[in-house]
C-alpha cells in the first residue's frame, strides 16, 4: 500500500493486516480499522501487486473487506472485568 498514491491521507484506508484464505482461485482478506472501504481503484491496484509480485499472470484473484471495530476504553474495561469476575467462579478446590 505504500506505493499507492493517495489522493487524500486523512481518507486512506488503515489495513490491520491482509492474508490468504483460499487458494484456488487465491482468495486474500483484507482486515481494515474503522469504517472506511477500499475503493475499486485501490482493489485493482492490490490485484495488480499481488499477480506482478509473485507472477500469478492471468490468474483471476478474489479480495475481501472486513472492518475491524474500533475498542473504546468502556469496552475494554468492561471485558476486563467481565474476565476478572470469570477467573474468581473458575477456582478450583483443594485437599
Known sequence: MSRHSWKDQATQPKIKYF???KARPPTFVAF???KAQL???DIRFLIKSLKED???GG???RIMQRSIPRKTAAN???N???NS???VHKKLKSD
Open 19 to 21: 492474508t490468504q484464505v
Open 32 to 34: 481494515l480499522t474503522g
Open 39 to 41: 475503493s475499486d481503484t
Open 54 to 56: 509473485f507472477n500469478l
Open 59 to 61: 490468474i483471476p484473484i
Open 76 to 78: 475494554s474495561s468492561s
Open 80 to 82: 476486563n472485568n467481565k
Open 85 to 87: 469476575s470469570s477467573k
